[in-house]
């Protein structure tokens, strides 16, 4: 099973600031990697697939980069909406296998 | 558009059952692999299972295989999980998600389930 690593637990962020959040795999992951996001209380939401394509509808402040073991995910001008907790998956091999999160929130 | 909605969880006591469903709209939903992911209280998201598109193939995880038992019924357009011998880390929300093959595109808004005595 491979193993997601993500860093750091909580990241304390100021609106309008940038944040980056990381992913390190256990073993290399090609480029088959997604980011979800999910608020208190809703389901998760896809952001970024394939480790840098931004699914359908997410804003253009959110990027993803990486490939291989290790992961980015990079939100550029922070707005209040966005603090909530990210987890990154990986889909290169069964089980699909989720990161323990990284919580954003305000600073 | 695309909606997914789970029905069925409650409260049970440890050792029971419960079984859970996702009806789905919006989409051809034979046309799928879908899935079954929960997050436990203050827990991150973990996969639990995954189903074809036509039912006849299915894949748990470790901690609910021989307990969990995933099926659909493509003509209903609903997505089910037979969950026994329940366990007390077991509590959790579970949600379906649709698989699109680079991640899960959408996801139902999940329903709590817990197991206490």
């Known amino acids: 099973e491979i193993v997601m690593t993500q860093s750091p637990a909580t990241l304390s962020v100021s609106p309008g600031e940038r944040a980056t959040l990381s992913c390190r795999a256990s073993?290399?992951?090609?480029?088959?990697l997604a980011w979800y996001l999910q608020k208190p209380g809703q389901a998760p939401r896809l952001l970024i697939y394939?480790?840098?394509t931004r699914a359908t509808g997410v804003p253009a402040r959110f990027s993803g980069s990486g490939s291989g073991t290790e992961f980015t995910l990079t939100i550029s001008s922070l707005q209040s909406e966005d603090f909530a907790v990210y987890y990154c998956?990986?889909?290169?091999?069964?089980?699909?296998?989720f990161g323990l999160g990284t919580k954003l929130e305000i600073k | 558009e695309v909606q997914l909605v789970e029905s069925g969880g409650g409260l049970v006591q440890p050792g029971g059952s419960l079984r859970l469903s996702c009806a789905a709209s919006?989409?051809?939903?034979?046309?799928?692999?879908m899935h079954w992911v929960r997050k436990a209280p203050g827990k991150g998201l973990v996969w639990v299972s995954r189903?074809?598109?036509?039912?006849?193939?299915?894949t748990y995880a470790d901690s609910v295989r021989g307990r969990f038992t995933m099926s659909r019924d493509n003509a209903k357009n609903t997505l089910y999980l037979q969950m026994n011998s329940l366990r007390a880390e077991d509590t959790a929300v579970y949600y379906c998600?649709?698989?699109?093959?680079?991640?899960?595109?959408?996801w139902g808004q999940g329903t709590l389930v817990t197991v206490s005595s």
């Open positions: 189903i074809n598109r036509d039912g006849s193939s299915t």
């Open positions: 394939d480790a840098s």
């Open positions: 919006g989409f051809t939903f034979s046309t799928y692999w």
């Open positions: 998600a649709r698989d699109i093959l680079t991640g899960f595109d959408d």
């Open positions: 073993q290399s992951l090609s480029s088959n």
């Open positions: 998956q990986q889909y290169y091999s069964w089980p699909y296998t």
